[in-house]
């Protein structure tokens, strides 16, 4: 039997080179030969110890490549085509939020990487209804990130540029935390004609946010970030985008009817006093990518606007120090598996 190498998690928490047998994809699904994956924080929920029965999970939900076999009953989708898979793994289409049209709650959708196999390897398998069509001129490495984290903060905006009394162009947006996700997020900003501040501790990333496309740079470790926010007009929205860290303080920030919205897992919890909500009638809510569709919009987005993630490509025998890199926050600011 062919075999093809992966990446897996060991018991011991720990990420370890093996090869698995190269088999036909099931019914429903294909086989995709990996071009590149990216390091997420995310990526976390698996790498961790596990029972010896529940090791063995290949992460990666930022996977790229090409379709090199068919299941049964795929249909829209042929051999060679360039796809990618993202966090969410492809909706069932039978329950009842994909009856209401609700693909993002799908109660039977595997999480990339966490209740399947990822991009973590040479090649992986996907649902059909998890697919996103890649253009054939975007770069591996670029598209992996954006197909994530690009993907979480570019459907979180323009969401909110959608709905009623959402943002309009020129609205102040604040984007906290500047790393894999923030760095994205002032970009896709700027190019949907927002206003944008840069909110990080330090002014170690003042040069770079303002270069990616922030008009303005806030040092909360210098100043009351809410204050700053309140002098330049206050924000219609802040997105905070850390995986760690306390956001509450920033709610006093936002214009009345501002919202603050949530990509980054932190585990801190979210204060706000009933004043907040009732008089100042601020909002608060998170966002959890989208669909395939969505995300190919995303990906066009990117394209036509020059959005680019920074990437450190690395290698599938290197991942364990690549990943440790990641969580340490050293990287800059995404580790890319080029295969």
Not at 141 to 159: I, K, Q, Y
Not at 227 to 233: H, S
Request: charged share 20%; hydrophobic share 40%.
């Amino acid at each position: 039997m062919a075999t093809y190498r992966a990446v897996e998690v060991a018991p011991d928490g720990g990420l370890r080179l093996t090869e698995r047998g190269l088999v036909p994809p099931g019914p429903g699904q294909v086989r995709i030969r990996v071009e590149a994956c990216g390091i997420c924080h995310s990526d976390s929920i698996v790498v961790h110890p596990h029972d010896t029965q529940e090791a063995g999970r290949v992460p990666g939900h930022e996977a790229v490549g090409r379709i090199d076999a068919l299941g049964e009953g795929v249909l829209g989708w042929n051999v060679g085509d360039r796809v990618g898979v993202g966090f969410l793994g492809g909706h069932c289409g039978v329950c009842a939020a994909c009856r209401l049209g609700d693909f993002v709650g799908c109660t039977d959708q595997p999480r990339t990487g966490v209740h399947v196999d990822g991009g973590y390897a040479e090649y992986m398998y996907a649902r059909q209804t998890g697919l996103v069509a890649v253009p054939e001129d975007m770069d591996a490495a670029r598209v992996a990130p954006l197909l994530c984290a690009g993907f979480t903060v570019h459907n979180a905006l323009v969401t909110n540029m959608r709905d009623q009394g959402g943002l309009v162009a020129g609205d102040l947006v604040a984007v906290q935390g500047i790393g894999g996700l923030g760095h994205l997020a002032l970009q896709y900003a700027r190019a949907l004609a927002l206003r944008v501040a840069a909110v990080a501790r330090g002014t170690g990333k003042e040069e770079l946010a303002l270069g990616l496309g922030a008009h303005h740079y806030i040092d909360s470790k210098a100043s009351d970030a809410a204050e700053r926010l309140t002098e330049l007009g206050g924000a219609r929205m802040v997105l905070a985008t850390a995986a760690a860290g306390d956001v509450s303080p920033l709610l006093g920030g936002l214009t009345r009817g501002g919202r603050l919205v949530l990509v980054g897992v932190s585990s801190e919890q979210v204060r706000v006093s009933p004043r907040q909500l009732i008089f100042d009638a601020v909002q608060i809510s998170g966002s959890l990518t989208g669909t395939p569709a969505q995300n190919e919009q995303n990906l066009a987005f990117a394209q036509a606007h020059n959005v680019a993630p920074m990437v450190e490509p690395t290698s599938l025998t290197d991942v364990q120090t690549s990943y440790d890199r990641m969580m340490r926050g050293d990287a800059r600011f995404r580790m890319v598996i080029t295969v």
